[in-house]
């Protein structure tokens, strides 16, 4: 039935920093006036001052506050059918309330980047490689490894698989491009069928791996729980078969015609999880992370929201994907704090991933070896149900620790010599050693052996990291990049000292020590290159001993099956950081790192070298256990009412000016303590603004910084303090050299 526009108001939310929503008239779409009917959750094309923008029709309206007169007709309806449906947009309404960020922010977010702007939808089509039949695979020897474990993905895949999913097994399209040349397979472009969740055959390809009595239990209690909403939290030790548990459960939710996500905290951790969720089902395994291609995202973010996929595999963002037919969500490694944003909205995927599986009436499923303590709390007040898997499936042990005190050893690259004795002992066994050290590049700083200047980022408070491939001083904060000095730019000595060892320091030593051992090298530089993280797990499967050496990449939730022995390297600073949470996440990291030895039937054991071998956190967690280690740091975190007893908003403002900084955050500390100091004796007590103070990187990309740390024991008020003051802030924001951001539960403080 056609609407006649004039009697219409159109609500719509706009990506602007605001908090409003803006009132348009009906576009004039055609000569007599009249247009299609259309309904929230449709694109539009509106004027916004002197810019086009693409806004997100809210709502239909026929009152508005603004004069008739003053209102601007939209330009166009992008679509014919609502992109964003109802429950995802109620959903992105409870986000921007949280957060204190404008609806159309956060609208935004559960769109691909084509659809951000003024482009239509398209059915996607995807680049098939399929395999030529008539070739016998048995009779092929002329063939490489790589090659054949194409043909024989191919073949498992009933003889087709679009291109991503090849790249995301670690074969680069050159390869698939050598086998076409040979017409043992061909290229195929096809339209992607829609398909339901009816027209599925949901049948499993590889056969479920036997259970343990825990690992059945916590399957059993998800699914009586399937159509309710049912926070989990599945404390499983490394090697547990926490995975294990997924698969079964999402394999009732598929048999359900129902939709699972699965959210993993780091990109480095998709093939390996991709391939295993391939190999189990036959239903369509999606995945969405940000390394891939805009169109590639785009076709991801369609099959999802068309309800072509049953399975999503992704980082934080996915959390917004719109999904017809949700039917549970998994957090992998819940406790990791790449799950929270840390630029624009600030939002933590796995709070948000409550509060959609709570709307979505699901289970959700927070997994870890290492919780957070956060969780661990809600799961001992019993706001969520706690299974816990305590021992690893088959023969499979806990790996043992032995602490190395670096006090008393002489040290190479970072390395005693107790752990290159290790490492050789390992080898020879034709075995695989894992070292972790968090620090890439080869040495944390260069200084002058005269004079001691060390070398300093033009624009940031830190130090410059020298890297050896290219030879450069590198920013890790700003990446601004500069030659290596010949000599020291204060007193001209020529005579410059690389301080400390980072992982490209430690591959060098490490290969001059075993030269006849492949050494591999996992961290952000050497995988830069697209799909350059999968060939190099996957060189790790070819190699029956390597030494694998990385940061925290190399750490979470790989299998490396012949791994038997973990090294950590550099562990102390951790445990004395000025971020009350840096025990915790040193905790976590060891916990982690020491998971993935020992993880076949061979025994694994870990190193940690360390100038205080004495200390209680080390010692508690090696010979108590997390658990044990868990409730002394929420008993420590009761007594200094710190967080998940009280809750924070970190504000952090920044300017090109000093004196403007101080200025203006010392008038905003001001204000809030002025409001707090109007409450009543009895509420005052509840809520505290701390600072303002400098931010632990002072200056960064030639901006200093400041903040401020608001503190409540009672969430509603500390949320009644920002939403007062945000007017306050946004006519602040008109000043081109002050910009400010607000952090709701920080995970970071630099």
């Known amino acids: 039935m056609m609407i006649l526009i004039t009697k219409r108001i159109w609500h719509v939310a706009l990506p602007i920093p605001n908090q409003a929503l803006l009132d348009y008239l009906p576009c004039p779409c055609s000569p007599d006036w009249y247009v299609k009917p259309v309904e929230p959750g449709m694109r539009l094309l509106v004027p916004y001052g002197h810019r086009i923008l693409v806004g997100i029709l809210i709502s239909i309206k026929t009152k508005t ?18 992109v964003l449906p109802k429950i995802l947009m109620t959903f992105c309404m409870q986000v921007a309330q949280y957060y ?70 670690g074969f680069s399209r050159e390869q698939l491009k050598r086998l076409a040349k040979r017409l043992y397979i ?67 939710v598929i048999h359900q015609k129902k939709q699972a996500l699965i959210l993993i905290p780091e990109i480095s951790l998709t093939p390996q999880t991709v391939q295993r969720f391939q190999k189990r089902f036959s239903a369509p395994v999606m995945v969405l992370h940000s390394k891939l291609s805009d ?48 630029d624009n909205l600030r939002y933590s995927a796995r709070d948000m991933a409550l509060i959609r599986g709570k709307q979505a009436n699901i289970p959700v499923i927070l997994g870890s070896a290492t919780p957070s303590l956060e969780s661990l709390h809600h799961a001992l007040q019993g706001h969520y149900h706690y299974q816990t898997l305590t021992v690893r499936p088959g023969k499979m042990q806990l790996p043992d620790f032995k602490i190395i005190d670096m006090r008393k050893q002489t040290v190479q690259a970072g390395l005693s010599n107790i752990a290159i004795t290790h490492i050789h002992h390992t080898l020879l066994q034709k075995q695989q050693v894992l070292i972790f050290l968090n620090q890439r590049g080869y040495a944390p700083s260069i200084l002058c052996e005269s004079c001691g200047h060390i070398m300093m980022c033009r624009h940031c408070d830190a130090y410059m990291t020298l890297h050896f491939k290219p030879a450069q001083l590198q920013c890790h904060h700003c990446s601004y990049m500069q030659c290596v000095p010949t000599q020291c730019p204060d007193c001209k000595n020529p005579k410059l000292i690389a301080q400390g060892a980072g992982t490209e320091r430690a591959e060098q030593m490490l290969q001059s020590l075993f030269p006849q051992t492949t050494i591999i090298r996992i961290d952000r530089d050497s995988t830069q290159k697209k799909n350059s993280l999968s060939q190099l ?23 490396f099956p012949n791994v038997t022995l973990a090294v950590i390297l550099n562990i102390d600073r951790g445990f004395f950081s000025t971020d009350f949470r840096g025990e915790e996440k040193t905790a976590q990291l060891i916990l982690q790192v020491s998971g993935r030895s020992g993880r076949s039937e061979k025994k694994g054991l870990t190193l940690i070298q360390t100038y205080k071998p004495d200390h209680p956190t080390l010692q508690t967690l090696i010979h108590q256990g997390y658990s044990d280690f868990a409730k002394q740091q929420l008993h420590y975190r009761k007594m200094h009412h710190l967080p998940p007893y009280s809750y924070l908003t970190l504000f952090s403002a920044e300017s090109v000016d000093y004196a403007t900084l101080n200025r203006q955050i010392n008038a905003i500390a001001q204000w809030m303590k002025d409001w707090v100091s109007t409450l009543k004796t009895s509420e005052k007590q509840f809520i505290q603004v701390i600072g303002p103070m400098p931010s632990p990187i002072e200056k960064r990309q030639n901006k200093y ?41 920080p995970q970071d403080f630099l």
């Open 295 to 342: 169109t590639e995202r785009y076709a991801g973010w369609y099959q999802a929201q068309s309800g072509t996929a049953g399975i999503i595999i992704g980082t934080r963002s996915c959390i917004f994907t719109p999904l017809p037919a949700l039917g549970i969500i998994i957090i992998d490694e819940e406790h990791d704090t790449a799950y929270k944003q840390q």
């Open 705 to 745: 910084r400041s903040q401020l740390l608001i503190q409540s024991t009672q969430r509603n008020r500390l949320h009644q303090l920002i939403h007062i003051f945000l007017p306050h802030l946004y006519q602040l924001s008109r000043k081109k050299k002050f910009h400010w951001t607000i952090d709701i539960d």
């Open 186 to 252: 061909y290229q195929d472009i096809r339209r992607e069928k829609i398909l339901s969740f009816y027209e599925y055959n949901p049948a499993i390809i590889e056969t479920p791996l036997p259970l343990t009595q825990e690992q059945e239990d916590a399957v059993n209690i998800i699914i009586k729980q399937a159509h309710h909403f049912f926070p989990l939290l599945l404390y499983g030790v490394t090697g547990s078969g926490k995975t294990e548990v997924y698969l079964q459960v999402i394999s009732h």
């Open 65 to 82: 506050n603004c004069p008739i007169n003053k209102l601007k007709p939209a330009i166009s309806i992008l679509d014919d059918q609502c």
């Open 537 to 559: 797990l996957h060189q790790i499967t070819q190699h029956q001993s390597a030494i694998l050496i990385g940061t925290q990449m190399l750490a979470k939730g790989h299998h």
């Open 100 to 169: 204190h960020r404008s609806l159309g922010e956060v609208l935004m977010l559960a769109l691909p980047k084509k659809l951000r702007t003024e482009s239509t939808i398209k059915h996607p089509e995807q680049c098939y490689w399929v395999l030529n039949h008539q070739i016998d695979l048995h009779s092929i020897k002329i063939v490489s490894k790589t090659q054949k474990a194409i043909l024989v993905q191919l073949k498992n895949a009933h003889g087709a698989l679009p291109e991503y999913c090849l790249k995301q097994a």
